[in-house]
């Protein structure tokens, strides 16, 4: 560990594990006998675990534990849950909705690494992190509708605004699997990792991302984001003000030595 990770340390509720390596940040979904299905207590979790971490790293690297991303929610909980009435189920996704909500909205990249199963809520998770790396055997898919459920992670708000209103809705109410190279082509990740050297690779990837800039990280992530909520014209009139207010600083300032050095 770096030294930086020393004096962070490593935090750990059980049930969601997070430590720092240098300037990446590493989440790790830690239920791996319930393919870390989400309970109530996991969505708060996680929620904290990366906020914290945000203002640690330049980077956070999301994963589950025991070779699966996640399996969704937790039916032993729901039904637990639904004894109680229509409110006690409100938690559950309220929790977690939170926690996909927060990622938008976190000073740094998100990435998420999905290997095994990514289902129904491991789904949506993964539709909310920034950036996706998905392992090529890969199981992808929104499944709610193949047990009679409605999605309550963010699937009929996000997956209509990545891959169109078609596929959104042909993909939810059928629950067919897409496979790692169908979620890339659809845009649902970045880039399909092969199974041999599936770690190194990620891990590769998320310390040249937390290699870069801190502030250009800060204020692309965030012109991006603002810009999906607005008319392309104040979106591009907001990224000037970014890039002139950017390039006004002083981080801006050795890059711009280091690329004329190059």
């Not at 640690?56 to 690297?61: Q, R, T």
């Not at 996909?100 to 539709?127: D, K, N, R, S, T």
């Not at 499944?143 to 999605?151: D, E, I, S």
Request: charged share 20%; glycine share 12%.
């Amino acid at each position: 560990m770096s030294e930086r990770s020393e004096r962070t340390g490593k935090h750990s509720s059980g049930v969601v594990l997070s430590r720092v390596d240098g300037a990446v940040g590493h989440v790790v979904l830690n239920r791996p006998e319930a393919m870390n299905a989400i309970t109530v207590e996991l969505g708060g979790e996680l929620e904290q675990a990366l906020v914290r971490l945000a203002d640690e790293v330049n980077v956070i690297l999301v994963r589950g534990a025991g070779g699966n991303f996640s399996a969704g929610g937790d039916f032993h909980e729901l039904e637990r849950l639904r004894a109680g009435g229509r409110e006690a189920m409100r938690p559950l996704f309220v929790n977690f909705g939170r926690a996909c909500a927060a990622i938008a909205h976190l000073p740094v990249p998100v990435v998420a690494a999905v290997e095994g199963y990514a289902m129904a809520g491991g789904f949506e998770l993964m539709q909310a992190c920034d950036i996706v790396l998905v392992h090529e055997n890969a199981k992808i898919a929104d499944n709610h509708a193949r047990f009679g459920q409605v999605p309550g992670g963010g699937s009929t708000q996000r997956l209509p605004r990545l891959v169109g209103r078609q596929r959104a809705l042909g993909h939810i109410l059928s629950g067919e699997r897409l496979t790692a190279a169908e979620a890339v082509s659809w845009g649902l990740a970045y880039r399909s990792l092969p199974a041999d050297g599936f770690d190194e690779a990620v891990n590769a990837f998320a310390a040249e991302l937390a290699g870069r800039d801190r502030d250009a990280l800060t204020r692309i992530k965030r012109l991006v984001h603002a810009g999906l909520d607005l008319p392309p014209a104040e979106g591009l009139a907001l990224e000037l003000e970014t890039v002139l207010d950017h390039l006004a600083g002083e981080s801006a300032a050795a890059g711009i030595v280091a690329f004329k050095g190059a």
